[in-house]
């Protein structure tokens, strides 16, 4: 088993910026971020693979940067220019075994509870 604790979350402004932190108890490959607005599906927004690639949804390019410090297991996600659109319960995920997509999220097994990110004027 893996636990992982998001933190970070918060209200922002749009244009705002917002760093969030996804804490695993041990060294996992494959790790991402997602996102869960209110009345719509689970997405993807970035990740980072074993390979160390990382990979980002189109709305988050240009905007969003993700990077691991494998030292201390941790995943981060720096998020600039934020918009409201962005608002919703952001989540940490990992998977050891090679996933479909690391931004796909049917394929990952170990989720955090979550940190709610809200934009807005």
């Known amino acids: 088993q893996v636990q992982l604790v998001e933190s970070g979350g918060g209200s922002v402004q749009p244009g705002g910026s917002l760093r969030l932190s996804c804490a695993a108890s041990a060294s996992v490959a494959n790790m991402g971020w997602f996102r869960q607005a209110p009345g719509k599906e689970r997405e993807g927004v970035a990740g980072i693979d074993a390979a160390g690639i990382p990979r980002y949804a189109d709305s988050a390019k240009g905007r969003f940067t993700v990077s691991k410090d494998h030292a201390k297991n941790t995943l981060y996600l720096q998020m600039d220019s934020l918009k409201p659109e962005d608002t919703a319960m952001y989540y940490c995920?990992?998977?050891?075994?090679?996933?479909?997509?690391?931004?796909?999220?049917?394929?990952?097994?170990?989720w955090g509870q979550g940190t709610q990110v809200t934009v807005s004027s």
């Open positions: 995920a990992a998977v050891r075994v090679r996933p479909t997509s690391i931004l796909a999220h049917t394929t990952f097994k170990y």
